[in-house]
């Protein structure tokens, strides 16, 4: 995987317009080679649909993964950082004073029916530049933009969010964890945290509304589907990922992901389909 710098990624931002808010939107597709981009914003909203491959953002809230025909919203001038793999998918960029006002402040991820996958592909036709004389354009860019706020509101079994804390102890922990999920333990997060049990809890769930045994079970999952889409075997990542049993940690992928371990892999290692 390349990991671009600073440097690296604002040359990227100005050369695909990302300078400036391109009113009233633009779109393009993504490199589908792996690439680290480095932390950045713009003043344009982005909508990033995944048809195959993965993704995952780390914002100002905590981490994001963005799974196969689903949607990630990023609201313009949001700080974020973005690993792509194997990635098939489009970008759309809108200017916020062209949008609907109902958006959410936050960076989520959302189901995508195929009505909204194909208006998100059609948004093709206007890249950077194109299409602020085009009353069609305009038309289509608030339209498009109107769906996708009434579809972020729609309640969903799966959580794609892994939460960041801001208190110090509680980060030592969670970036320990991080660094090796399947082996985080509740023993060793008391013990970089320097808290009693239950001042840990305590403080943890003040700060991600979980608990430590959910949040680290979907820090394991997250860190699954990665390994997955790096096309390891399912047995393996089971292990990796700090499940003895492989039934076990289907389950809980199943229940997460909302797919098993095998056809998520599938998803993500396997060719996409082109796309006109």
Known sequence: MKTLTASETQTILIRNGLDERGKPGFAFRNPSAPVFYDWHDHPCHQITYAKCGTTQIE?????????????LWIPAETRHRTMIRNLDSVSVYFDP???????????????????????????????????EQSSIARSFFHTLG???VEQMQVKTEQIFTLPRATHPSIIRAMDAA?????RAS????LELAGMSER?????????TQMT???????????????LLAGGLRVTDVANESG?????AFAKAFTQQMGVSPTNYKKLQTEPCPLTT
């Open 178 to 182: 991080l660094t090796d999920p399947g």
């Open 243 to 247: 499940y003895a049993s492989l039934s």
């Open 199 to 207: 001042s840990f809890r305590r403080h943890f769930h003040d700060e």
């Open 97 to 131: 004073a062209n949008f609907p006002t109902q958006w959410t402040s936050h960076i989520q991820t959302f189901p995508v029916p195929v009505m909204i996958r194909e208006m998100l592909f059609h948004t093709l036709h206007w890249p950077a530049g194109s299409a």
């Open 212 to 226: 430590w045994q959910q949040w680290i079970t979907q820090a394991r999952l997250f860190h699954a589907a990665s």
């Open 186 to 189: 509740l023993p060793l997060a």
């Open 146 to 148: 109107l769906l996708c």
């Open 59 to 71: 914002g100002p809230d905590g981490w994001h993964l963005l799974p196969t025909a689903h949607a």
